[in-house]
């Protein structure tokens, strides 16, 4: 009976005690201890490693996506475990990073990781076909044809001093080229992107050295994933 009673006490003890602590951790801003779906996953690459050479070399896209994007991943997965952001949706993790200067660390960890899974999507070493449908009247009302789109990313790429990104980004009907710096990213702000083209050094300084603007002509002229593209369209 005695040992009953004990073992009732200690029960009722316990919860009190795990909901406490709970709240103290609340109460510290510490991430669940157990995020769920365990963390942000590292996207597979689409395509194989050797797959858009000669424009993207073997080595360039083993370094590019084991080191590089791999790193981000681990880096915003190590962040989330000490910090307030509770979601492990990858874009609402970058979201949330973004609204708050005290996370400028997860944002360009999270946002970098972002970028790169949607930059893997954006190419393809299968015949790139040409926009179509939507996409088509998309560029050609907004720039007066893909040949003029294209001049234009590749003048926003030249305007990027040091590191960043240019995208393609919806406006309702109309199409907008934007380069961002760093790890910037248009889903930060609400807006939806359809295309990107990484412009750190490291996407192209093993096959091109410096020359910026030959990597991105030789991606838009040869493996862009125009269908995929358009699919990402509102
Ligand atoms: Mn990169």
Sequence with gaps: MNTRIAKHQSRFLRYPVTFGLCLLLLIMGGCSSEPKDGAVALEPLPYAEDALEPHISEKTMKLHYHNHYAGYIARTNALLKSCRIKDHDLAEVVKAAASSLKNQDLFTNAAQA???????????????????????????????????????????????????????????????????????????????????????????????????????SALLDNIVN?????????
């Design 114 to 216: 972002w970028n790169h899974a949607f930059f893997w999507k954006c190419l393809t070493p299968k015949d790139s076909k040409p926009p179509q449908g939507r996409l088509k009247q998309m560029i050609d009302d907004s720039f007066g044809g893909l040949d003029p789109m294209k001049q234009m990313i590749a003048e926003a790429a030249k305007t990027i001093v040091g590191s960043g990104w240019v995208w393609i980004v919806q406006d309702g009907e109309k199409l907008v080229i934007l380069p961002t710096a760093n790890a910037d990213t248009p889903i930060a702000y609400g807006r939806n992107p359809i295309f990107t083209i990484d412009v750190w050094e490291h996407a192209y300084y093993l096959d091109y050295q410096n020359k910026r603007a030959g990597y991105v």
């Design 226 to 234: 125009w269908t995929y593209v358009g699919s990402q369209l509102e």
